[in-house]
Nanobody, 127 residues
């Protein structure tokens, strides 16, 4: 498994931006497809965005499409989530996750397809 550590969360006003980072340990990072998920208080964890091993394919939840961008730097073992035009409903703990699943292009939105998870970083958007 790969070890994941998120950073970059914080408090921002509505309409603002944040960039989350997820640093991975190990030399096999480029073998993993990566995802970002979030969990708001009292709600289930939900899919936000995902990216293939090479970065050539990206996927987004409808709620963030056009506002968030996922990217990765395999040389730095890091995946990013650029969040623009933030809304109060984006408030949540954001988690990155890694998967070796061969079905990634089909199952990228499923929590149970991911093998490793970070500890999460809090994002709070004030109105």
């Amino acid at each position: 498994q790969v070890q994941l550590v998120e950073s970059g969360g914080g408090l921002v006003q509505a309409g603002g931006s944040l960039r989350l980072s997820c640093a991975a340990s190990g030399r096999t990072f480029r073998s993993y497809a990566m995802g970002w998920f979030r969990q708001a208080p009292g709600k289930e964890r939900e899919f936000v965005a995902a990216i293939s091993q090479s970065g050539g394919s990206t996927y987004y939840a409808d709620s963030v499409k056009g506002r968030f961008t996922i990217s990765r730097d395999n040389a730095k073992n890091t995946v990013y989530l650029q969040m623009n035009s933030l809304k109060p409903e984006d408030t949540a703990v954001y988690y990155c996750a890694a998967t070796l699943s061969w079905r990634f292009t089909i199952t990228y939105y499923r929590l149970n397809e991911y093998d490793s998870w970070g500890q999460g970083t809090q994002v709070t958007v004030s109105s």
